[in-house]
Nanobody, 120 residues
């Protein structure tokens, strides 16, 4: 499974960004698609995830109501729509493929990170 993330950038607080993660290869092996983020000096955070077949979702409390994860089965792409961005959302965002939506430790395929910067 190969994952390619894109869509990061610089945005003002209150603004929006949409991240994309294109998957290729034997993607059927991993039914969960997730987004993680890591800011300098902080631990990696499990942000959101979606079940590829059933559409089940997970959101961290810190992003509920502001971020929306979705999938396009035809394009084999997962999106993370981020609205009402805050300076504390700034981080490198990584997409990943795993076995179970509810298990952040089960992700074993990772894309390259995409930087999100939020100016106050």
């Amino acid at each position: 499974v190969q994952l390619q993330a894109s869509g990061g950038g610089l945005v003002q607080a209150g603004g929006s960004l949409r991240l994309s993660c294109l998957a290729s290869g034997r993607t059927f092996r991993r039914v969960a698609r997730g987004w993680f983020r890591q800011a300098p000096g902080k631990e990696r955070e499990y942000v959101a995830a979606v079940g590829w077949s059933d559409g089940s979702t997970y959101y961290a409390d810190s992003v509920k109501g502001r971020f929306t994860i979705s999938r396009d089965n035809v394009k084999n792409t997962v999106y993370l729509q981020m609205n009402s961005l805050k300076p504390e959302d700034a981080a490198v965002y990584y997409c990943a493929a795993g076995r179970v939506v509810d298990d952040p430790t089960g992700y074993d395929y990772w894309g390259q990170g995409t930087q999100v910067t939020v100016s106050s």
